[in-house]
């Protein structure tokens, strides 16, 4: 249990409120065998959002396995919006194939919806997730979102997850144009592959791109998506050398920016799960250090570990 809970404290509070899914993705931790698809009880989680401060709490993120096949989905989901906190939920986003569940779901209470899609064709996007069905349902879903938000009725801000792995890598740029045609431009997009940790839990190792495969659709549907005006996220997984100099450019350039900001008030990170229904305290590590960021990477091996921004420097 977090002892401090001070009044001075600000908090960014991050729930896996359950390992279950009515998705298979060959890739998830959700997947595995591992998992027993145990929850965090409902009243444990608004008991646990209680015991913090008024208005204290930031920001609340509600992710899974997928947070809308907990039984009670829409009860924590009153309990976080009550907090006063923003609420970003990460979902498959098949909850909102249905109209009339989306907006009972409280959708619109949300500040973000964050949703992954691996493919232009359903064949593609089931494959990854195991799921026949799943492409359309998400789909749907997105256009059920995007018709609420024109009407503003939706969540302030909408992410989509773009992952680097086969065989969704090669359609990015089509994933884009896609995306264009089928809703507006969401405010964010996250570009994302497996970590190396789940190489080693022995997930499909066929799924990870060689720096070859990488490089064309990672920086073509950059090119496309800044066109759009989106703001980009590169997490880790994606290696900085793996961009043309004028992609990474852009993304210095936000790390520059994010340095600005560094006189802002720390925000403290708790994670809650099933074996953590308390909580537990993520120490703040230097996430943006770039020698870090190279050092972990898993394709050191291509770069031998030049840090990509300094072939950037004369
Ligand atoms: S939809 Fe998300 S939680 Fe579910 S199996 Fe896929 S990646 Fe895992």
Redesign the pocket.
């Known amino acids: 249990m977090i002892s401090n809970l001070s009044n001075t404290s600000k908090w960014s509070l991050y729930f896996n409120i359950t ?1 279950g ?5 060959c ?5 595995s065998p591992l998992q027993t698809k145990q929850t965090i009880p409902t009243l444990k989680v608004c008991e646990s959002l209680s015991r913090y401060p008024e208005n204290s709490i930031c920001q609340i993120v509600i ?4 947070p809308t096949t907990h039984p009670g989905f829409k009860q924590i989901l009153d309990c976080a919006v009550g907090t006063g906190g923003r609420v970003i939920l ?3 986003g ?1 909850m909102y194939a249905n109209n009339e569940k989306t907006i009972e779901s409280g959708i619109h209470r949300l500040y973000r919806i964050s949703i ?1 899609i691996y493919g232009v064709v359903a064949e593609d996007h089931d494959r ?3 799921k026949i069905g ?1 492409w359309s349902q998400t789909v749907w879903g997105l256009q059920n979102i995007d018709k609420l938000r024109e009407l503003n009725r939706g969540p302030v801000e909408l992410e989509l997850k773009l992952l680097a792995i086969s065989p969704s890598l090669p359609n990015w740029p089509n994933i884009v144009d896609f995306l264009g045609k089928l809703i507006k431009p969401p405010e964010r997009v996250v570009l994302s592959g497996l970590i190396l940790s789940d190489m080693l839990l022995g997930y499909q190792q066929e799924l990870r791109p060689t720096m070859k495969e990488l490089n064309y659709p990672l920086n073509e549907a950059i090119k496309r998506l800044r066109t759009l005006g989106v703001h980009l996220i590169l997490l880790w997984a994606i290696p900085w050398c793996a961009l043309d100099s004028d992609n990474l450019k852009y993304f210095l350039g936000q790390t520059n920016n994010h340095a600005v900001n560094e006189a802002q008030p720390e925000v403290r990170d708790i994670y809650f799960d099933y074996r953590f229904p308390e909580g537990i305290e993520i120490k703040p590590k230097d996430k943006d250090n770039d020698y870090i960021r190279c050092a972990q990477c898993q394709y050191i091996l291509h770069c031998g570990g030049m840090p990509a921004y300094l072939k950037l420097t004369p």
Do not use: H, K, Y
């Not at 899914?21 to 993705?25: D, K, T, Y």
């Not at 890739?27 to 997947?31: G, P, Q, R």
């Not at 992710?63 to 997928?66: L, Q, R």
């Open positions: 390992e899914c009515n998705n298979a993705c890739f998830c931790a959700s997947n992710n899974g396995g997928e990460f979902t498959n098949r992954p990854l997730a195991g799943a």
